[in-house]
């Protein structure tokens, strides 16, 4: 009863109208016309697997409230409607169950400990089942990305167990469930390269390159492009490929999302906005000529930079690729394995969240959730994950804004990060701090920041006149943190260095 209380007590996200006009199109329209329907603004933009995802559940959802199914029924909500979406999500969270079942299988077990609840193995499926950031995202926000994490933590315990095939067989399915996933691609081609379609290393660790296979490439070829066929085929054979390019890929959306994720380009925004209230204040801009244009509303997709240069959808796209070329070469000059593979991964997911375009708050969670495997395995990385979760988990605050959320998530949250902080101080108490007092006192910080967002602020004059300035804070603070562990862990696996018996382990 509590539970089905708790599916009703918070208001509905438009996640949950853009799923449900995605039933209706699918369920009632031949595929010739799924990317093309624009009776809602909320047009299909995933690709073709999730589609087909969204149509099987509509034939379920028939029996819960048909008229969920008419597409003209924009912004239609019933009991039945809610059930059904909610329960989904739920039901779909079984593969995300399994895979973190066999993600905890690869974790190295050195750190045997008496107690179930001190074990690695333990801690990482708390730290993966009862993740904040992916349970207010699915279950209150509502979208399904227990399911897609799943499939991602799935094929990276396939690749640990040295299942190449399955890994690399698992990993292209979800590119044509959810194309964001591209950005940790980098990872997966190099390592599958290195570990797989080279079979043998020389003595000192170093690359043997007569033992290439070209049979296992061919493999590895084949499993691309059968999957990409069965995805995308219908389309190229009815001359549609461009149209579902273009939905999938819509630049128009601006560089930001409408609230800011916190990464490089907040710290762009924000800069570029002090340079032009300066600007003025000193008389060196003409009022007459500033764009009146701007994100911070929550409204407006498209920004124009005053002082700084603009940003284009290249620009984003050449820095995230120089940004992940130092975690790729690593990957294949300093190979450790498994724990390589996972480095690499979460630098590429972070590196795609720092610089990428139209980047949304919730992409944080694709650097988390891997993070996490490393998390309790090693002291340095084990900081590094408290950091960025506390950070990333509080940067979500904003899609949870009516009065009854604040004290769901302020509650939720509490207990995530209080289990985090306890378990890997006490996995690792014999070792240094996880956290020094700079890093500390950063966290604290969100404490009285939350508590101007949420109480002080709405009471002020400012609220009416200045409706962004908590997205602002909190998108621009977050970024502070992101950019300090990313650059952190970037540093930790530059420097790190790996011993000739590891290299040719």
């Not at 698992?170 to 390269?193: C, N």
């Not at 004290?407 to 289990?419: A, G």
């Amino acid at each position: 009863r509590a539970k089905g209380k708790c599916l009703y007590i918070v208001n509905y996200s438009t996640d949950f109208e853009v799923h449900r006009n995605w039933l209706a199109i699918t369920h009632n329209l031949p595929i010739s016309q799924w990317y093309y329907e624009e009776t809602s603004e909320w047009t299909l933009d995933y690709p073709p697997f999730f589609a087909w995802f969204e149509c099987a559940l509509s034939h379920v959802a028939k029996y819960f409230d048909p008229k969920m199914l008419v597409i003209e029924n924009l912004n239609y909500t019933s009991r039945a409607t809610i059930l059904f979406q909610r329960f989904s999500v739920i039901f779909t969270d079984i593969l995300f169950v399994y895979a973190v079942r066999e993600c905890c299988r690869c974790v190295n077990g050195k750190r045997a400990a008496k107690d179930v609840l001190e074990k690695p193995t333990f801690i990482l499926a708390v730290l993966l089942l009862w993740n904040f950031g992916l349970l207010i995202v699915d279950h209150i926000h509502f979208q399904y990305n227990g399911f897609l994490f799943g499939l991602m933590l799935l094929s990276v315990a396939r690749l640990c167990q040295k299942r190449y095939l399955e890994g690399a067989l698992l990993f292209a399915v979800l590119l044509h469930f959810k194309h964001i996933y591209i950005y940790v691609a980098p990872a997966y081609g190099i390592y599958l390269l290195r570990s797989y379609c080279f079979t043998a290393n020389n003595a000192d660790g170093s690359l043997k390159w007569r033992s290439f296979s070209m049979l296992h490439v061919t493999l590895l070829g084949l499993i691309v492009c059968l999957v990409s066929a069965l995805s995308l085929g219908p389309f190229i054979v009815l001359g549609q490929l461009p149209q579902v390019i273009s939905r999938l890929f819509p630049f128009k959306r601006g560089l930001c999302h409408a609230y800011w994720a916190p990464n490089f380009w907040a710290l762009y925004n924000a800069m570029d906005k002090a340079l032009t209230i300066f600007g003025l204040k000193c008389n060196f801009l003409d009022p007459t000529k500033i764009p009146k244009a701007s994100m911070t509303g929550g409204l407006v997709q498209e920004f124009q930079h005053t002082v700084l240069p603009g940003v284009t959808p290249l620009a984003t796209l050449i820095c995230t690729f120089i940004s992940i070329l130092p975690s790729v070469f690593c990957l294949w000059f300093k190979p450790q394995g498994p724990r390589g593979f996972l480095q690499c991964l979460v630098l590429c997911a972070l590196s795609s969240f720092m610089f990428g375009w139209h980047v949304h708050e919730k992409a944080i969670l694709l650097a988390i959730l891997p993070l996490s495997l490393l998390s309790v395995q090693r002291a340095k990385d084990a900081g590094i994950y408290l950091l960025l979760t506390t950070i990333g988990h509080f940067s979500l605050f904003p899609l949870l804004f009516t009065p009854p959320e604040l004290p769901i998530k302020i509650l939720l949250m509490l207990l995530f990060t209080v289990y985090s902080f306890s378990s890997l101080n006490s996995l690792f108490r014999r070792e240094r701090p996880l956290l020094n007092w700079l890093e500390t006192i950063y966290l604290i910080q969100l404490v009285p920041l939350e508590i101007f967002c949420e109480i002080i602020f709405p009471l002020t004059p400012w609220k009416r006149h200045f409706p962004f300035v908590p997205l602002l804070l909190t998108s621009v603070y977050c970024a502070l943190g992101v950019t300090y562990a990313w650059l952190k862990l970037y540093v930790s696996v530059l420097t790190e260095r790996i011993s000739v018996r590891q290299k040719a382990e």
